[in-house]
């Protein structure tokens, strides 16, 4: 009998290894990567699923696009722009400022273009993440999540969308071969997108049917050109920019009485109603642009243009909900049906579902999104316990409704970067958030949530999960987070000293004897 030939034992394809990978380019992970790359660290790879960098100012083009928190404020705080064209920037801008940045401070050969993150798995022997990508696999001691918390289009849930016949596009994915001149165009949707379009297609479309569910509070606009003589200040001076950025800041984090405090928000409200009431004379579309709900339970949106486009001859504000979407119309509760040759989807995103939950799994091999069931949760929106060395971007409860959520995601970095300082003196391999100290923090966000006019104002807003939970927004100022997210605080995790699988050290320490 012929003797069995043992086979070698079969080997893992080698993957190549990064200390740090961080998944996207957008504000968030190409500021990260810029300051690793200052403090040194330049063994990182950034994971981008696009051909491109920049995130929501890569994906969002639709006419119109530009930020609506002032510019100073809406970029970084170690690398200021003296040359915006205007107090609100537009899309192309924004993007070049990233693309400019990106490039002055070296992170692009870094990025990994093309390159999904299709599953992360934590490896508690090796301590390290094991990464599945579209491309080659990898492996990262550290991996940051900075997927975007808008970055996944949603489309509303109506049956018969998918029969439509004639040509329909999310305003995340504009199609700018699609000429919509002379057409009967449906806009679903009167979000913060919808509100930049719609004044800059209504001139050119035949008929423009905007479908709205709930009117939003709207604001005039307070943009402007910046003047020549600003940005000569700026260039040459550059403490002019940062004086003005404090001013921004500190002007808008007195919004968090509007929140807060019913009397500020009524006042405002008022602003409001008399920019409906000066723009829309007709009672009956002013009463369907009138919100009945308390201001600021959805995004407030500052706009001029809005109420303007909504009073042309070509329009009708549509307030029944849709029922049905056929091949070439849509029909509404009331049983009307209204042909369109397309639809523009200004539905928002994936907020409080993020798809990335699904993709990665823990020490248990179980993924956030098991463990969250529906409610998302986090440590400073940063870390979660059963996910050692994960870092969240722009994380649960990092969202904002009043102000630039770059300061957010700089906060962040700076917490990410001391936690790797920590790493290091300590000779540990990985940190984990204690899970009381998760369950203590997010206990005090539900108390600091009561009462505000998120979860009372009366409204569905998409900073409430399925559960009711207030999963996205930070409810309250955000020096605080500042200050929360200066240093990090190790006593709240464990450390693990192990020095390799299998074999030596492996003490996992209370952090707070390490
Ligand atoms: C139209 C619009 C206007 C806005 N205006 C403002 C504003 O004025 N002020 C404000 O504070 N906020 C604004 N926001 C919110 C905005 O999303 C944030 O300000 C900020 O841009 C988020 O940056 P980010 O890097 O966290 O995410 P993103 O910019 O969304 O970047 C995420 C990146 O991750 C990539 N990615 C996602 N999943 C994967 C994966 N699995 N594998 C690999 N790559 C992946 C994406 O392709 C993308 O490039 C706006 C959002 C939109 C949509």
């Known amino acids: 009998m012929q003797a069995q030939r043992k086979q070698p034992a079969r080997r893992a394809a080698p993957r190549r290894h990064s200390r740090v990978a961080i998944v996207g380019t957008g504000f968030s992970g190409l500021g990260m990567a810029i300051r690793l790359k200052q403090e040194g ?83 508690e022997d090796d301590q390290l993440w094991r990464l599945d990508t579209s491309n080659e696999p990898l492996t990262a001691d550290i991996l940051i999540a900075a997927q975007g918390p808008l970055s996944e289009p949603s489309l509303p849930n109506v049956p018969g969308i998918e029969s439509f016949e004639g040509t329909s596009f999310h305003s995340a994915e504009w199609d700018h071969a699609h000429d919509l001149t002379g057409e009967r165009v449906a806009v679903i949707g009167t979000g913060a997108s919808a509100i930049q379009f719609v004044p800059e297609i209504q001139p050119i479309v035949g008929k423009l049917h905007v479908f709205q569910r709930t009117a939003p509070w709207v604001v005039p606009h307070r943009n402007r050109p910046m003047t020549r003589v600003e940005r000569a200040l700026y260039r040459q001076f550059p403490p002019a920019q940062l004086a003005m950025r404090a001013g921004i800041y500190w002007a808008r984090e007195s919004f968090v009485l509007q929140f807060r405090r019913r009397a500020v928000g009524k006042l405002l409200e ?22 009945h709900y308390r201001m600021g339970c959805k995004r407030i949106l500052p706009t001029d243009e809005w109420y ?20 070439h119309s849509i029909v509404t509760a009331d049983g009307s049906e209204r042909e369109v040759d397309t639809i523009i989807y200004g539905t928002g995103f994936h907020v409080t579902d993020v798809p990335i939950a699904n993709r990665v799994s823990g020490r248990d091999g179980r993924t956030l999104a098991e463990v969250w069931r529906g409610s998302m949760q986090a440590y400073k929106g940063s870390t979660v316990s059963g996910y050692p060395n994960l870092f969240l971007l722009v994380g649960p409860n990092t969202g904002l409704g009043h102000t630039s959520i770059v300061f957010m995601i700089e906060s ?95 003490d996992r320490a209370p952090a707070a004897h390490a």
């Not at 329009?315 to 979407?325: G, P, S």
């Open 270 to 291: 008022r602003i409001s109603l008399t920019h409906l009431e000066s723009q829309v004379k007709d009672p009956e579309l002013r009463k369907k642009l009138t919100p």
């Open 308 to 327: 303007a486009a909504l009073v042309k001859p070509n329009v009708e504000v549509v307030t029944d909900a849709i029922t049905e979407v056929r091949p």
């Open 41 to 123: 660290e330049h063994d990182f790879v950034l994971l981008e699923r696009a051909g491109d960098i920049g995130g929501t100012w890569r994906d969002n083009t639709y006419p119109g696009c530009r930020c609506d928190v002032p510019s100073h404020l809406y970029s970084y705080s170690f690398a200021p722009n003296p040359n915006w064209s205007s107090t609100f920037s537009p899309q192309p801008e924004i993007l070049a400022y990233l693309k400019d940045t990106a490039n002055r401070h070296g992170v692009l050969p870094h990025v990994s273009f093309e390159t999904e993150l299709e599953h992360a798995s934590w490896d």
């Open 412 to 506: 962040q970095i700076n917490y990410v970067l001391d936690a790797l300082r920590t790493l290091r003196s300590r000779g540990a391999r990985s940190v984990e958030v204690r899970p009381e100290t998760q369950a203590a923090y997010n206990a005090e966000l539900d108390r600091m949530t009561e009462g505000t006019v998120w979860v009372s104002g009366g409204c569905q807003s998409y900073y409430i999960d399925r559960n009711g939970h207030n999963a996205a927004l930070w409810p309250t100022y955000t020096w605080p987070f500042r200050q929360r997210t200066r240093h990090f605080d190790v006593a709240a995790y464990a450390l693990d000293r192990r020095v390799s699988a299998n074999g030596g050290r492996h």
